[in-house]
């Protein structure tokens, strides 16, 4: 059974760094895309990082450039690293695993999904 658990939710003042770290039990991260997506309140939920089994990775638009996704296949980890946090980040955000699920984003599939964790961002 898989398993993903997101830690390293909290609140940050706009400018500010937070780190979000999802363990994966009965899945092997090393050989498939693992990604992180975010719900803001009242929106849909959308793709912000993404890493292949390569480490290749692709982010959205909106994070470029201050958040960072990698991986630790040792620990079966994924990490994002969020720099210089904004308002608008602000959200629950999940972290989620390949397979055939109804969920597509940067051409890979998701089925496995962890529970989402708070990230507040405040002006």
């Known amino acids: 059974q898989v398993q993903l658990v997101e830690s390293g939710g909290g609140s940050v003042e706009t400018g500010g760094s937070l780190r979000l770290s999802c363990a994966a039990s009965g899945y092997p991260i090393r050989n498939w895309c693992m990604a992180w997506f975010r719900q803001a309140p009242g929106k849909e939920r959308e793709g912000v990082a993404l890493i292949h089994g390569d480490y290749s990775t692709t982010y959205a638009t909106s994070v470029k450039g201050r958040f960072t996704i990698s991986k630790d296949n040792a620990k079966n980890t994924l990490y994002l690293q969020m720099d210089s946090l904004k308002p608008e980040d602000t959200g629950s955000y999940y972290c989620?695993?390949?397979?055939?699920?109804?969920?597509?984003?940067?051409?890979?599939?998701?089925?496995?999904w962890g529970q989402g964790i708070l990230v507040t961002v405040s002006s």
């Open positions: 989620a695993s390949w397979g055939y699920g109804n969920t597509w984003w940067a051409g890979c599939q998701f089925e496995h």
